[in-house]
Every structure is written in structure tokens, then in C-alpha cells.
């Protein structure tokens, strides 16, 4: 039912060494996660810059206004004739808490 208890003696600069060698092992077999945003081109779409936030594309429009409310959320690009979004300026917004309260 129980299993056995071993009790061992260590000194604490033993224990601390002990556990120096374990996160060194377990350090050196980590593996960074990929970066969030990495496969999103430089250059969004509106459609992948919606997609991204989660928002619908009429979302994304009105986030392109200034009001007396807030400030524009994100301010697309125009490169011959064509809306874009920076990557990074997405990624952003992404990470940026906001709280939009509707009247």
C-alpha cells in the first residue's frame, strides 16, 4: 500500500548543488516555443489581420477611427490602392488589454 520512505543526509550547499545539476539537464534539452506571429507575413491583408484578432472585418474599419472615445486601435497602411496592417502593430494589439464598453 505505502512504498518505502529513504530519509538522506545532505548538507545544504549538497541540495543546492543537486538541484543546480538538475535544472542544467533539464535546460539543456528545452526547446524554445516558435514565436507568436512568426508564420503572419510583414505585410496583413484585412482578411488575415481580422482573422488574427478575431474581430469582423466592419470591427477592424471602425478600429481604424479616432473618437472622442479612444484613439485608433490599429492604422492600416494604404500601398497602391490596398489596406495593409504591420505585423508587428498586429501582434500588439494583441497583446494589449483593452475594455471597449458599449453605451
Same mark, same amino acid.
Given at each position: 500500500?505505502? %512504498?518505502? !520512505? $529513504? *530519509?538522506?543526509?545532505? +548538507?545544504? @550547499? *549538497?541540495?543546492?548543488?543537486?538541484?543546480? %545539476? /538538475?535544472?542544467?539537464?533539464?535546460? /539543456?534539452?528545452? +526547446?524554445?516555443?516558435?514565436?507568436? %506571429?512568426?508564420?503572419?507575413?510583414? &505585410?496583413? +491583408?484585412?482578411? *488575415?489581420?481580422? *482573422?488574427?484578432?478575431?474581430?469582423? $472585418?466592419?470591427? &477592424?474599419? @471602425?478600429?481604424? =477611427? @479616432? +473618437? @472622442?472615445? #479612444?484613439?485608433? !486601435? $490599429?492604422?492600416?497602411?494604404?500601398?497602391?490602392?490596398?489596406?495593409?496592417? #504591420?505585423?508587428?502593430? !498586429?501582434? /500588439?494589439?494583441?497583446?494589449? =488589454?483593452?475594455?471597449?464598453?458599449?453605451?
Amino acid at each position: 500500500m505505502y %512504498g518505502t !520512505v $529513504l *530519509q538522506i543526509s545532505m +548538507t545544504p @550547499d *549538497q541540495l543546492n548543488e543537486l538541484i543546480r %545539476g /538538475a535544472v542544467r539537464s533539464e535546460l /539543456a534539452n528545452y +526547446t524554445p516555443p516558435v514565436p507568436e %506571429g512568426s508564420t503572419l507575413p510583414e &505585410l496583413l +491583408t484585412r482578411r *488575415q489581420t481580422a *482573422q488574427a484578432l478575431q474581430v469582423s $472585418l466592419t470591427t &477592424l474599419h @471602425d478600429w481604424a =477611427k @479616432d +473618437t @472622442d472615445e #479612444r484613439a485608433a !486601435v $490599429l492604422v492600416p497602411l494604404k500601398i497602391n490602392g490596398r489596406v495593409r496592417y #504591420r505585423r508587428s502593430e !498586429v501582434l /500588439a494589439a494583441l497583446k494589449e =488589454k483593452r475594455r471597449f464598453k458599449a453605451e
